[in-house]
């Protein structure tokens, strides 16, 4: 426990690493009892450090799916096309890699067709968030469109949560435009002098006036969603963060 703490801290201080990718670590570990059974890594690498999962979780078997071989994943494939039966997996992980496909519906579709009834998706997507892994970087999701393709993908959203607020865009920004800083000596000692400020306004979005202002709301790196197998197609209710702060 007090390493993963101390890694979390660690994240808001390394230039290397963007405050949505520490938020959402954070977040993904208050999920990680979901996750469980068989499990579908859509676009995950094999290697990659989840510290999010703890030694006592009850995953059985992480199967990892990924378009490019070099990844060494345990299924080669597209996710618009995934090489598996119907209702064969109970947990399905679609993190960060929505945004890198040409299909997001008919990815959205497919993992749902390969969850059994009552299975989990874990999904993040980003909204205000730089362009990565350029050209293979296609889109950016709203709230709504995130509802949207839930629906038609059959799938129940049971909550909805915002990484990161207006804060949190404007310091993964600038933080951001200077980890591209060429000169080494000017890159830290500009990050070292904006670290104190982005510390204070990352941390200011734990306040409630801040977590129920529109106008902070209104922005965000984009989204954690889980989301659940509908039994009835159509009747799709959705619990949202956003709408709990409205």
């Known amino acids: ?3 993963r703490q101390w890694g ?3 994240a808001y201080v390394r230039l290397s690493i963007s405050y949505r990718r520490a938020i959402l670590n954070t977040l993904l570990h208050k999920w990680q009892t979901q996750v469980q059974g068989t499990v579908l890594d859509v676009g995950g690498i094999k290697g990659n450090p989840l510290g999010f999962i703890s030694a006592e979780s009850n995953v059985r078997k992480w199967l990892y799916l990924n378009i490019r071989p070099t990844h060494a994943p345990d299924i080669v494939a597209d996710g618009a096309h995934i090489p598996l039966s119907a209702e064969a997996i109970d947990t399905v992980l679609c993190l960060e890699t929505l945004e890198h ?3 997001p519906l008919r990815v959205m579709r497919e993992m749902s067709r390969v ?3 009552a299975g ?5 997507v980003p909204f205000l968030y730089r362009i990565h892994s350029a050209p293979n970087d296609f889109w950016r999701f709203t709230e709504h469109q995130v509802q949207r393709m839930a629906k038609e993908a059959d799938l129940e959203i049971m909550h909805i949560e915002r990484v990161g607020l207006l804060f949190t865009v404007l310091c993964d920004t600038t933080k951001q ?3 591209e800083i060429r000169f080494p000596p000017l890159r830290w000692f500009t990050w070292l002098l904006f670290l104190p400020l982005a510390t204070f306004l990352v941390g200011l979005e734990r306040l409630g006036m801040v977590r129920h202002s529109k106008v902070f709301t209104s922005f965000t790196t984009g989204y954690l969603v889980l989301a659940t197998k509908a039994e009835k197609p159509g009747n799709v209710p959705i619990r949202s ?3 709990e702060e409205r």
């Open 1 to 3: 426990m007090m390493a």
């Open 8 to 10: 979390n801290a660690m």
């Open 101 to 103: 496909v040409h299909d």
């Open 115 to 117: 969850l059994r009834p």
């Open 120 to 124: 989990r998706l874990l999904l993040s």
């Open 177 to 179: 435009a200077i980890s």
């Open 241 to 243: 963060q956003a709408a």
